[in-house]
């Protein structure tokens, strides 16, 4: 894999919006719950980040799996329908040529790598929910924040066996203690290996992002990455620092561009304003 100069935009969070919006993503479903209870406004995200510019859509399904599902304190569909629900309502609200991405999440909480089941469970897990995704309609498989290593690489492999186009994006965690930078882009590497086309970091903070980068791109890898910009707050519903302005973001962002990045979006707490200010950006000659 080489890195090109054509920068491709992502969109921003889907959980952030709907918390802003006022739909309860409480429980083990997360932001599935809203597929239920708010599928227009699911929908109407989504329209927001391809009107921002966005080309590639994560549809929400990070919280749909047979492993998520099978968690449901209520009475929910089945995953299946689940899932197809999310890819419709993406595929829907964007126009036919952008690309809709089914989301793997780690089978566990993101920010507790210590919790990851134990690989033969997480291999037949993941290729359920992989193929589940591609017969959906999915025209990519994005495996995203992921803080422990051997399921990263599980989940790619799983995802690599449906034919469809496997992206990874690995976390060091909000506050990025969770993996460090040399660890980050060791797994990345090792998941080309396995075939993924392109290697991210999410969910992680700005700071840290361009170092990952620095260390990657002399491999010759696709690289791209979304940061994440807050936390949820009880009164606010989310907080923010100085660095979520779109404007501040995307400085950032055009950082990440010269240091060998080619795609860029949003994470946890960027919406469609972030998106609309990458929009402009292109790699430093």
Not at 180 to 193: F, G, M, V
Request: charged fraction near 20%; proline fraction near 6%; include cysteine.
């Amino acid at each position: 894999m080489k890195p090109n100069n054509e920068v491709i935009l992502m969109d921003g969070a889907m959980g952030t919006q709907l918390i802003r919006k006022g739909v309860s993503i409480d429980g083990s479903l997360w932001s599935a719950q809203a597929l239920l209870t708010a599928p227009n406004v699911v929908e109407a995200i989504h329209a927001a980040y391809a009107k921002a510019g966005a080309t590639v859509h994560s549809a929400n399904t990070f919280r749909t799996s047979p492993w998520s599902l099978a968690k449901a304190q209520d009475s929910v569909p089945g995953w299946q329908e689940l899932t197809k629900r999310a890819l419709q309502l993406a595929r829907k609200a964007v126009a036919v040529d952008h690309l809709v991405a089914g989301c793997i999440a780690p089978l566990e909480d993101c920010y507790r790598p210590d919790l990851s089941p134990e690989p033969k469970v997480c291999q037949r897990q993941h290729r359920i929910f992989a193929e589940g995704l591609a017969e959906a309609g999915a025209d990519l498989l994005l495996c995203e924040t992921f803080t422990q290593p051997n399921e990263a690489l599980i989940a790619v492999e799983a995802a690599a066996e449906t034919g469809l186009p496997v992206w990874l994006s690995l976390s060091a965690g909000p506050n990025g203690e969770l993996l460090s930078a040399q660890a980050i882009c060791e797994t990345l590497i090792r998941a080309a290996d396995l075939g993924a086309a392109a290697l991210l970091i999410n969910c992680s903070p700005i700071s840290l992002i361009e170092d990952v980068l620095m260390q990657c791109t002399t491999r010759g890898l696709r690289l791209g990455a979304y940061a994440n910009l807050g936390r949820p707050d009880p009164t606010l519903g989310w907080r923010t620092d100085g660095l979520a302005r779109p404007a501040t973001y995307a400085k950032a962002a055009a950082r990440w561009l010269s240091s060998g990045a080619c795609i860029i979006g949003g994470c946890c707490g960027a919406g469609p304003e972030h998106i609309r200010e990458l929009a402009g950006l292109r790699p430093t000659p």
